[in-house]
């Protein structure tokens, strides 16, 4: 178990990490307001569990999109793309669970230290973290192709 950090990201996204073993990896989420989209993205071997605890979450799950709002759940089962985002002029928080946790925080870790999103810098993360995130085309074939070129 780790003791409560906080991760925090350029986009304005935090993390407040309330339990980190190899069997579950839990923090909550703090969306800023009016987020862009973010692409899809799929763990291998996690599954997630999402409770949206104030405000709005957009999600895409396999293919459905809907809105969640508070005290409202989902469960995105291992290997399923998917992405959420805040849509609201609110800001929103979400309790997150993975299960196992298998090289999660090392993504998000990596993830929150980058000093802004650019391409190359998201490419190397994910490339790093293969086992534990997988994007979604197109966005896969171009971490495929820039991947040759980073370490």
Not at 13 to 40: A, G, N, Y
Not at 69 to 88: Q, Y
Not at 111 to 130: A, D, F, Q
Request: overall charge neutral; glycine content about 8%.
């Amino acid at each position: 178990m780790v003791a409560e950090r906080t991760l925090e990201s350029v986009t304005g996204e935090r993390m407040v990490i309330q339990e980190s073993t190899p069997d579950v990896l839990r923090f909550e989420r703090h969306l800023p307001p009016k987020q862009r989209p973010v692409p899809k993205v799929a763990h291998p071997t996690q599954e997630a569990h999402l409770k949206v605890l104030e405000g709005r979450l957009h999600a895409t799950v396999g293919g459905k999109t809907r809105d969640y709002g508070a005290g409202e759940s989902l469960t995105v089962p291992a290997g399923t793309f998917h992405s959420a985002w805040n849509v609201d002029a609110q800001p929103a928080r979400v309790l997150v669970e993975f299960s196992p946790a298998e090289g999660i925080l090392g993504f998000f870790d990596e993830m929150t230290g980058l000093t802004s999103m650019n391409l190359l810098g998201v490419v190397r993360v994910v490339k790093h973290h293969r086992d534990a995130v997988r994007l979604a085309a197109p966005y896969a074939q171009i971490v495929g192709l820039l991947g040759l070129f980073v370490r």
